[in-house]
């Protein structure tokens, strides 16, 4: 059985990975103005992934030990976690639109970004508690 | 208004460690942590479970920094 604190480093790696490989696709499409630079499945991929990771490590970790490591702190930063990729998703979407780019393109960076910005979020408020 | 906490003292001197405590009252170590810091203010529930535990009251874990004085408005 896995610890509430092995349960958290799983998500601080796992959302981490996620932020990586939604950073990386949004920069990707913008940067060849093109929303298939990377394939286009990998962030619904990455997220599935994560899921299934996570899922797996929360049934060895048990119910005790899961619900400490998703307890009211937790909570409290994935609301503002989210705060944030729903800002950023707003940001990026409307920045896309006033610069002419819309249709795939401008829902790819919007998701990728939004995702990316909520995955790096909780993985620096998780960090935050660590020492 | 700011809230002072005595939870590490109060830990320290019931010879627990974050982890201990966590683990006693079924939270992570980031949340005992994060509230030691005074980055997280705890619910009421969670602060009453780590009082209990600590067989302390909440006012001997938690209290409401002084006020600092500030001019009265006058209303009429």
Redesign the interface.
Known sequence: MIS??TL?IVRILAFALGGIICATYALAALAGVNPHQLPHWLPLATAIFIFVVFFIAALSAGK?NT???L????Q?DQKTAAGFGFWTALGTGTALWLLDIGGQMQLAITLTSASAMFFFCQVTL?L???? | MSLINHLAAHRRAAGLTQAQLAEAIGVSRKTINTVENRVFIPSTLLALKLARHLDVSLHDLFELAPETATPEKDIT
Do not use: F, L, M, V
């Open positions: 509430a604190q958290t005790r619900n400490a490591a307890d009211e702190s937790y409290s998780d935050r508690g660590w020492k």
